[in-house]
């Protein structure tokens, strides 16, 4: 699917969408220790290493955590209810505990939480009997328990404060200047025994899919060596040549020739670029991974769903994370979010799994982001604002279209292909709540023109400043510092100003021409001209908005009478002699073809 795929990584860029889930003792603690919340970041689950709680308290958090075989089903049954196709369990984080009854250690739920059956037994059959694939996270650097896993210097060495001067520093943000609390050979001896060791038995037992490992760093900036990172890959591809490995094993070549699978990108991040192998955003539901009491600030079903269509489009896969209580139950929160989640795309039936890289541009559209099956050559625009009257304009496709199909009911929608722009004729209200899916055939592999503006949704064409051509006038912030308001094109001083833009209009006929601009008293009066080429023009003398640069205000300019379909390129300028400033423009609009 991608241009690096190997047969390995198949399943995995079809499925698109993972649960991820964070069991964490910092949920046994709800997140605080004392009393205290975690300190300086968002994120519950280094509560131990942030609050730097001693060892003894952090295991009798461990025995507060209980669980039933019923609630681990349940959140294999959330994640087919969310529409996820696996699941990625945390085995072993950060604080070295073992959520299954390791061989290797004495650190695990079973020995301190009393906890009487194998989670992970009993996650792999409930995933097994829905169809889900089963994964692992694995911390395999940091191991906060064993005395020869990295990073804790309050528990181990606390004795030589100095000992351990700018570590802290090093191992929080990374950087130089720190001095690490074990020698390469201790550090050797516990990738070895515990870190391979554990993976090795993980996969023995489970038969995991997927890997999940956590070097959020450059392999390079942490203490482990080049040799055992490739140890640990050589290991696993002999165990099983079909379990997936991600880039945070600490090795970022990515494909078939000695790399990992995929790549994971960074907490919360979601791309704004086509990648051309394999990916995934790994995002929370609210901040923390861990459960957390003081962490509610949950994210809506609107940006998951927005996100995962745009990673799609951009080639990449999602997996949303959960923190689950003490007793094991997701936070309700996250359950409602899965349910909309999984009912959005229940309803749209396609679009999302099994697609990919839509090469049209989200910002040359007005509705939302494509993805493409480029098997079937099939398009699918999400529509996550629905057009008032219902048609769906779609801007710069240059392959034919043969059909239109609303996903949800499986009707075909009449359409209309006027050059790069088509019509397609929809209901008027949004039949699927967040995104609506309409699947485009193509006659061929898709070609788009993401450089010519078209319509937005309402007819029209909107022409910003940001998407001028412009070096005189520039483009300019409206005020220091604030970064939502729009772009402006201002100083227009100059006798060879101009702005441009190059547009596809798809009907001949006369369109409103209307300015959105700020002007003062001082600037007033002056002449400037909008033109298309051809003699096509509208001339207009500047208005006083407002006493200030603040005060935009659209205002009409007149007609203009465009004789065919196609493209152009709208140009303002100053009419005539000026050293002044014009206006601060802030958009120009063609109205629809008036009939
Ligand atoms: O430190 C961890 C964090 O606790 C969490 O597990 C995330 C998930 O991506 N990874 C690390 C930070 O990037």
């Known amino acids: ?105 004495d650190y695990t739920l079973n020995n301190l939480a009393g906890v009487d059956f194998d989670i992970c037994e009993r996650l792999k059959q409930a995933c097994d009997d829905r169809g889900l694939k089963l994964c692992f996270y694995y911390s ?4 906060w328990e064993d005395p020869g896993g990295w990073g804790n210097f309050w528990d181990f060495n606390s004795d030589d404060p100095a000992q351990f001067e700018g570590y802290e520093n090093f191992f929080f943000y990374g950087g130089e200047g720190h001095r690490d609390n074990l020698t390469p050979e201790q550090f050797d001896e516990y990738w070895h025994r515990k870190s391979m060791g554990q993976v090795r038995e993980l996969m023995e037992r489970y038969q995991p899919a997927l890997f999940w490992f956590d070097c959020w760093r ?26 997936l490995v991600n880039s945070r094993l600490g090795i970022s070549k990515i494909g078939s020739e000695g790399g990992v699978d995929y790549e994971t990108v960074g907490d919360n991040e979601f791309p704004d670029q086509w990648i051309g192998h394999p990916w995934e955003s790994a995002a929370t539901f609210a901040l923390s991974w861990g459960y957390s009491r003081d962490d509610q600030r949950w994210r809506t079903a609107t940006y998951f769903i927005r996100n995962l269509v745009r990673n799609i489009s951009f080639g990449g896969n999602l997996a949303i994370n959960f923190g689950p209580m003490a007793d094991g139950r997701a936070p309700q929160e996250a359950l409602v979010c899965m349910q909309q989640i999984g009912q959005c795309l229940r309803e749209n039936r396609e679009g999302f799994y099994g697609c990919g890289h839509s090469p049209m541009d989200e910002e040359s559209q007005d509705w939302g982001i494509a993805t493409l099956d480029q098997v079937q050559n099939r398009l699918y625009l999400h529509l996550f604002d629905w057009p008032v009257d219902g048609v769906v304009r779609v801007n710069g496709l240059l392959t034919p279209v043969t059909g239109a199909t609303l996903c949800c009911d499986g009707s075909a929608l009449s359409f209309e292909q006027m050059g790069q722009t088509v019509h397609v004729s929809g209901p008027k209200s949004m039949p699927v709540a ?19 503006l078209g319509e937005i949704n ?3 064409l909107a022409l910003q400043a940001h998407r001028a051509s412009a070096g005189k006038p520039r483009k300019e912030k409206p005020y220091e510092g604030a970064t939502k308001l729009p772009c402006q094109l201002g100083g227009w001083e100059a006798e060879d100003a101009e702005a441009t833009w190059n547009v596809f209009i798809p009907e001949a006929g006369a369109r409103e021409v209307t300015l959105c601009y700020a002007c003062t008293k001082d600037c007033a009066g002056q002449g400037f001209m909008v033109s298309a080429g051809d003699g096509l023009e509208v001339r207009g003398l500047t208005q006083m908005t407002q006493l200030n640069w603040s005060e935009f205000r659209p205002i009409k300019v007149g007609r203009m009478e465009f004789p065919q379909p196609g493209k152009y390129t709208i140009t303002v300028r100053p009419d005539g002699p000026s050293n002044r400033e014009l206006f601060k423009l802030l958009w120009v609009h063609l109205g629809d073809a008036l009939g």
């Open 1 to 105: 699917m991608n241009s690096d795929t190997t047969s390995r990584t198949l399943w995995f860029e079809d499925a698109r969408l993972g649960l991820f889930i964070h069991w964490n003792v910092c949920a046994a603690l709800e997140g605080r220790f004392d009393g205290e919340p975690v300190r300086q970041t968002e994120y519950g689950e280094w509560l131990r290493a942030r609050n730097r709680v001693p060892r003894e308290n952090w295991d009798r958090a461990i025995a507060k955590l209980h669980i039933t075989p019923e609630i681990v089903d349940s959140w294999a049954e959330a994640a087919l209810d969310a529409g996820m196709k696996y699941v990625i369990f945390v085995s072993k984080h950060h604080d070295g505990l073992a959520f299954w009854p390791s061989r290797l250690s």
């Open 140 to 143: 395999h650097w940091h191991d």
């Open 434 to 452: 967040y995104d609506t899916v309409i699947g485009l055939d193509l006659a061929g592999p898709v070609e788009v023109d993401n450089q010519t």
């Open 218 to 243: 450059r392999r390079e900036d942490t203490n482990m060596t080049q040799t055992q990172v490739d140890e640990m890959l050589a290991m696993i591809r002999e165990i099983d040549p079909t379990c």
């Open 458 to 460: 309402g007819g029209g």
